[in-house]
């Protein structure tokens, strides 16, 4: 059975953190302290996670990542449709997130498009709702 549950502000997030850790090598920052996660469990085993916050007039996403071992089960696309859901719910007009060139195609399948030029670093790339 696939699960996704939210962790608003001052939540335990260590099930988000030990996948952030190792999908990108890194935990906790201070970005978490206004963040709205979600993880999603299989089975009961965290398996991915995202992150949603406010900021300049827009929301942003960050921090989607799945367990390798989980990946090519659409996973993924479950968590960036939890995230999308809950800007949506709090009426989002624009939705950012920074990606790395390669995934940038992930994303546009679901109406983002990138800002600026394509370049070998992370691209911010934006859904207007």
């Not at 827009?58 to 960036?80: C, Q, S, W």
């Not at 999308?84 to 546009?108: I, N, T, W």
Request: proline share 5%.
């Amino acid at each position: 059975m696939i699960q996704g549950k939210w962790l608003p502000q001052g939540s335990d997030l260590s099930d988000a953190l030990a996948i952030r850790t190792r999908v990108f090598g890194r935990s906790r920052d201070t970005l978490d302290d206004e963040s709205w996660n979600t993880v999603v469990y299989q089975d009961g085993i965290p398996v991915a996670t995202g992150r949603l916050w406010w900021r300049e007039g827009a929301f942003h996403l960050g921090d989607i990542g799945v367990l390798p071992e989980y990946r090519g089960r659409r996973i993924g696309d479950l968590t960036l449709r939890l995230l999308l859901f809950k800007a949506q719910s709090h009426y989002a007009r624009e939705v950012r997130l920074l990606c790395p060139p390669a995934l940038s195609g992930f994303f546009a399948r679901l109406g983002f498009r990138e800002d600026g030029e394509a370049a070998p670093t992370p691209v911010i790339i934006t859904l207007l709702t």
